[in-house]
């Protein structure tokens, strides 16, 4: 079954470093989407992105988060300069057109020291 | 008042049980609402999708919308060991999930 494969599945970095979480969405899929789920709490929309621009931002993706598609088949989050709050589970998704809900990635956990 | 709620759990409950997972929500707008399942360190999984009220069963699983008291359950028959799992509900206003909002979950052990 296809699924979506996220590297590394485990990150520590100093506070102030900039980290690039990587994500392989399925291969049909054209929307994707980063989470992030802080220990012991919900998991928070981050952003949506889809023809190669943000369709859809929330408020804690601010000016220190990016994406970037950067071939046909990676799709990227960095962080440019890590604060202790970013420590969480981010999960890369994705969709095709038809399909609803999405496939969620296994997670990288980002500890940031 | 928080958008979506769910009882955090966890639930405990033996093999065999009927099991009954629930999250109330506050927005009228909301119209679709999903299940997903999450194991241990594992990204959620969909377990179910629906958009209008009443039952929708699929096996073991039954989810059940109730628009008018802003009230959405899933039910799991036949509970087995490997359902032991965070169950979280997402709701939202459009068909593709781009603005769900998901519930903190509800954390579920089967005991065999």
């Known amino acids: 079954e296809p699924e979506v494969t996220q590297t590394p599945s485990h990150q520590v970095t100093q506070m102030g470093q900039e980290v690039i979480l990587r994500c392989v969405p399925i291969s049909n899929h054209l929307y994707f989407y980063w989470y992030r789920q802080i220990l012991g709490q919900k998991v928070e929309f981050l952003v949506s992105?889809?023809?190669?621009?943000?369709?859809?931002k929330s408020e804690i993706f601010d000016d220190q988060f990016s994406v970037e598609r950067p071939d046909g088949s990676n799709f990227t989050l960095k962080i440019r300069s890590t604060k202790l709050e970013d420590s969480a589970m981010y999960f890369c998704a994705s969709r095709n057109t038809e399909s609803y809900g999405y496939t969620f990635g296994s997670g990288t956990r980002l500890t940031v020291v | 008042q928080k958008e979506v709620e769910q009882d955090p759990g966890p639930l405990s409950v033996p093999e065999g049980a009927i099991v009954s997972l629930n999250c109330t929500y506050s927005?009228?707008?909301?119209?679709?609402f999903m299940w997903y399942r999450q194991y241990s360190r594992k990204g959620p999984e969909l377990l179910m999708y629906t958009y209008s009220s009443g039952n929708k069963e699929d096996g073991r699983f039954t989810a059940q919308v109730d628009k008018s008291s802003k009230y959405i359950s899933l039910f799991i028959r036949d509970s087995q060991p490997s359902d032991s799992a965070t169950y979280l509900c997402?709701?939202?206003?459009?068909?593709?999930?781009?603005?769900?909002?998901f519930g903190p979950g509800t954390r579920l052990s089967v005991l065999p």
């Open positions: 997402a709701i939202g206003t459009d068909f593709y999930g781009q603005n769900f909002v």
């Open positions: 927005n009228s707008a909301f119209q679709y």
């Open positions: 992105f889809y023809n190669n621009e943000i369709s859809e």
